[in-house]
């Protein structure tokens, strides 16, 4: 089923969805980023990120996992689905 990404201006969350074990614990913890009524469930606007790493970091599983944006270089996806570096020297 491959992984989804949510990102804001600084962090992005990553769900593995086929590692889930349905703890509910992100949605009870913090509803208004995690909803599973909603589509997409993951609102990273609905939270700060400091609070949407708290409720990520008691994921049992390890199904939601974040990092930092400025973590590495950021990558792009392309129409075959390959991901590219960004070089933004050449703009």
């Known amino acids: 089923m491959g992984e989804k990404r949510y990102s804001n201006e600084e962090i992005t969350v990553v769900w593995k969805p086929e590692v889930c074990i349905h703890s509910t614990n992100c949605w009870k913890s913090l509803l208004p980023v995690f909803d599973p009524r909603k589509r997409p469930w993951v609102n990273m606007a609905g939270a700060t990120s400091d609070k949407i790493m708290a409720a990520v970091d008691k994921c049992p599983s390890g199904a939601l996992s974040y990092f930092a944006n400025d973590a590495g270089p950021r990558m792009e996806e ?6 590219v570096p960004i070089n933004h020297s050449d703009a």
């Open 78 to 83: 392309v129409a075959d689905s390959t991901h």
